[in-house]
């Protein structure tokens, strides 16, 4: 199998920004390389290889991470060291050959290891962009904070989404190769639960692994002016309460400009995590849109985050207003 090459010792790769506007990772095109790494848990081979014959199948060439398939010697919950799952993500940004990051799976571990890898390296390196959900969360907030590009909130490289749900793929391929395609996001459950309309700049994730991160060196102190995104899993109400509260009592939602729901599975009865969602996040008297289809569902969207995009309740859309990836020449 192909693995990344050890780039960590040149570092002297040149960033390049466009004349105008922020820098955006290239659009995907056939022939491109994609690096799979494990940040977070363990990865199961069987599902490891199906995910990369689907990439593979999309005329892009995969090569792995060195301890992509690793496991921790002593805790087992984790995807091998935290030295070596920081040094496979960093070696993957920095080979210029490399277009994409895709995690091949979430857990638990990213907080483990997010603050031994080089950001200042990975600064001078060309944009890439970043795929994954759940524990991932950490990683695209550290991306935003340290390097200020946009990426994407999207199924992983071995979950079940992507391997058993054609459309989940899918949608991932056209935000990869056409982002136009998908630029208005909605699904057929998703409903206002707080109406109205607003702009802001996306972020967000899995709402445990933000309010968790508060305080950190990747915690976001404040999502006022963004549209947040919310999802989570195994969570049961009170624990959702939990989050949202630690969220609110932080102040990181105050001036948050609207909020943008996904799945909940796992999290108990719908309606009394719909009750919990409209209990907390109602006081803030923003738009706010109930299952919008991402996340840890059977099926998921992918959405980018780092871009500015206008959420309307009402009509049940996150719609994007900007270039997420640019054009494969730029």
Not at 170 to 177: I, K, M, V
Not at 261 to 281: A, K, N, Q, T, Y
Request: charged share 20%.
């Amino acid at each position: 199998m192909n693995q990344l090459p050890d780039r960590t010792a040149h570092r002297t790769v040149h960033r390049s920004v466009p004349a105008s506007g922020p820098a955006r990772p290239r659009r995907l095109r056939a022939g491109d390389r994609v690096a799979l790494v494990a940040p977070s848990g363990p990865v199961a081979a069987d599902r490891l290889a199906a995910g990369e014959a689907l990439i593979r199948s999309w005329g892009l060439e995969v090569v792995l991470g060195a301890h992509v398939l690793d496991r921790h010697p002593v805790h087992g919950y984790l995807a091998g060291t935290d030295r070596d799952r920081a040094t496979d993500f960093e070696r993957a940004w920095l080979d210029p050959a490399v277009s994409a990051v895709i995690c091949a799976r979430g857990g638990y571990g990213i907080q483990r290891m997010v603050d031994l890898v080089d950001w200042d390296a990975l600064r001078g390196a060309p944009p890439k962009i970043l795929i994954g959900f759940s524990d991932v969360t950490v990683l695209h907030e550290a991306v935003a904070a340290r390097l200020a590009l946009p990426t994407l909130y999207g199924p992983m490289g071995s979950a079940g989404t992507f391997l058993d749900d054609p459309s989940t793929a899918e949608h991932l391929r056209r935000t990869l190769f056409d982002p136009d395609s998908t630029r208005t996001l909605t699904s057929r459950t998703a409903t206002a639960l707080v109406p109205g309309r607003a702009t802001g700049i996306t972020a967000g994730g899995c709402a445990a692994l933000l309010a968790t991160d508060l305080g950190t060196s990747t915690g976001r102190p404040s999502y006022a002016g963004t549209i947040l995104l919310l999802e989570d899993v195994n969570e049961q109400p009170y624990r959702l309460d939990r989050s949202l509260t630690q969220l609110l009592r932080s102040g990181a939602l105050d001036g948050v400009a609207g909020i943008a729901l996904g799945s909940w599975d796992g999290c108990g009865p719908l309606e009394r995590v719909r009750e919990v969602m409209l209990d907390r996040l109602g006081p803030l008297g923003v738009p706010v849109l109930w299952e919008l289809g991402f996340g840890h569902g059977p099926s998921s969207l992918t959405v980018p985050l780092g871009v500015r995009a206008l959420l309307d309740a009402d009509a049940g859309t996150l719609t994007i207003e900007e270039q997420v990836l640019a054009a494969p020449d730029a």
